[in-house]
């Protein structure tokens, strides 16, 4: 009778232990995918940086460059105004990417201030999808961080 106790106890520790196994491991599932997703985006933030870095050119022409949006051009330039869009376009993915993870009042004024740089091009028709080409950069963004670059440009 004893012996016929303690195998019952034992079945129900090993049913406990396996269940408690089995959490553990879908904590640590969610806990990787958590800091996977975090080192990505910063990866990318970093990437964007860098290459701000090497490309000073293109976050200056943010502030002195001539666009003209219905020849896409800048600066007279059409390869310039693809190299400076795709920066932009680079811009905003590291922004959601760290937005999106790093919630802080820091990052915020970090990918505020990253915005409004590039406010001119931003709130273009072009970008916006008003304009012919209907480009609509801001319509694939997730809605939450739409608002916040609607919210800068205007």
């Not at 080192?39 to 970093?46: D, E, I, K, N, P």
């Not at 330039?77 to 009042?105: H, P, Q, T």
Request: net charge negative; aromatic share 12%.
């Amino acid at each position: 009778m004893e012996l016929e106790r303690v195998a019952d106890y034992a079945t129900i520790i090993s049913a406990c232990l396996a269940v408690a196994s089995v959490m553990f491991v879908a904590y640590q599932i969610t806990d990787f995918k958590i800091n996977h997703k975090e080192a990505l985006s910063v990866a990318t933030w970093r990437d964007y940086e860098r290459y701000s870095m090497d490309h000073p050119e293109l976050s200056l022409m943010a502030d002195t460059g001539e666009f003209d949006f219905s020849k896409l051009t800048l600066d007279g330039s059409r390869e310039n105004f693809e190299k400076y869009e795709w920066y932009v376009s680079y811009m905003l993915w590291a922004c959601v990417e760290v937005g999106e993870i790093k919630k802080s009042d820091d990052w915020d004024v970090t990918i505020l201030e990253q915005l409004k740089r590039h406010k001119r091009f931003l709130s273009s028709d072009y970008i916006r999808g008003k304009s012919d080409h209907k480009k609509a950069t801001l319509h694939i963004l997730p809605c939450a961080f739409r608002r916040k670059v609607e919210s800068v440009v205007g």
